[in-house]
């Protein structure tokens, strides 16, 4: 890629914090490899299931063989969580891979693409990758807008960093619309484990995109998976990449999978701590509803969000900045964690 088309996959402002990528098309994201600091940048789950690390041991003498690429254990275990065939699952590196072969398949240069904000960056960036065009919609309005003329439209649920969710019933009919329309539908259901919300894996026309590292709390491990039906589940089959999945996340992401009880539990704990947590930091924020493992808190002004998150940072706390998003400029994101963790952040923010 010459460095022209690197340079435009970014958004053109002055302003680094007030943008999504940066100057190579980096996406900015939550996270810190800080030991000296607790971590409310990134939205995974503090805890992980019961026996994983001596299934992930067990799979390294496995590793020292290729990975048998039809992956069927963990195909099957994914569909019985979904709902699909094990051949609509498509195993990848993370949902941030499925994101990548549901764009690369859709998208030609000169394509538009719908795209809500603010909303997760690199559904932009995807398309830019592949020459497209992104158009965005308000992340509130994304079912209001008409998909005819575009190649790809993209849905998030629930919405990172809002925490919105979509009605399913509207979503399903949108699907509709852009089967009718020849429009490729991605559902982002990153989050969507947290919830009891249904998923829309399986239905035609549509490229669901999983990740297993929010809700299992391992993101260095990435794991994921699409699911899509007919041409569209042809397509990502044969770009995914060979033995894309190591032996460890294969195996590991297997186990996770088959964990109801680990999910059940970790969705009472979020929806109980995200409701006081979010009652505690209105005393002192705009907090927007949600149904996601993450609030995003509206700070008054600009200049107040440096000031929150210097604050928290002084109390050994990382709180997302969530200036780097699209139409956000003045808000931060806090990730729900465990009530004592909790408690650090609300005390940090004196509220």
């Known amino acids: 890629m010459d460095p022209e088309a690197v340079d435009s996959l970014g958004e053109a402002s002055p302003d680094p914090a007030s943008t999504e990528a940066d100057r190579d098309g980096r996406i900015a994201h939550g996270g810190t490899d800080d030991p000296w600091l607790l971590d409310f940048s990134a939205n995974t789950n503090p805890r992980i299931p019961d026996g994983t690390a001596g299934v992930y041991e067990s799979a390294l003498s496995a ?8 992956y069927a254990e963990f195909r099957a275990a994914a569909a ?11 195993p990848t590196a993370g949902g941030m891979e499925a994101l990548r072969l549901a764009t690369a398949t859709a998208v030609e240069p ?11 960056g690199e559904y932009a960036r995807e398309v830019r990758l592949q020459g497209g065009e992104p158009e ?3 992340a509130d309005e994304v079912l209001d807008a008409d998909p005819a003329s575009y190649a790809i439209a993209f849905v998030c649920q629930p919405n990172n960093p809002t925490g919105q969710s979509v009605d399913p019933d509207r979503l399903r009919t949108y699907a509709d619309r852009c089967h009718e329309a020849g ?30 590292t929010k809700l299992f709390g391992l993101p260095g491990l990435r794991m994921g998976y699409a699911v899509a039906t007919g041409r569209l589940r042809d397509r990502l089959e044969a770009a995914r990449p060979t033995w894309g999945l190591s ?18 539990r970790t969705r009472e704990a979020v929806h109980d701590e995200r409701a006081r947590m979010r009652d505690r930091l209105a005393a002192r924020f705009d907090v927007h509803p949600s149904r996601a493992p993450f609030l995003l808190l509206d700070v008054g002004s600009p200049d107040a969000v440096d000031a929150v998150v210097d604050e928290a940072r002084t109390a050994g706390i990382a709180i997302r900045d969530a200036r780097t998003f699209r139409g956000l400029d003045q808000h931060v994101r806090v990730a729900v964690r465990l009530p004592a963790e909790n408690d650090r952040l609300l005390d940090a923010l004196d509220v």
Request: aromatic share 8%; glycine share 8%; hydrophobic share 45%.
């Open 63 to 70: 590793a020292r063989s290729y990975p048998a690429d039809d």
């Open 80 to 90: 019985d969580v979904v709902g699909c065939e094990a051949r609509e699952v498509v």
């Open 110 to 120: 000169g394509d538009r693409a719908l795209v809500p904000a603010p909303s997760f």
């Open 136 to 138: 965005f919609v308000p």
């Open 183 to 212: 429009t490729t539908l991605v559902v982002d259901e990153a989050f969507l484990g947290f919830t009891d919300l249904p998923t829309l894996a399986g239905r035609e026309g549509v490229v669901v995109a999983r990740s297993l």
């Open 247 to 264: 032996c460890p996340a294969a195996a590991v992401g297997t186990h996770c999978l088959r964990d109801r009880e680990f999910v059940a």
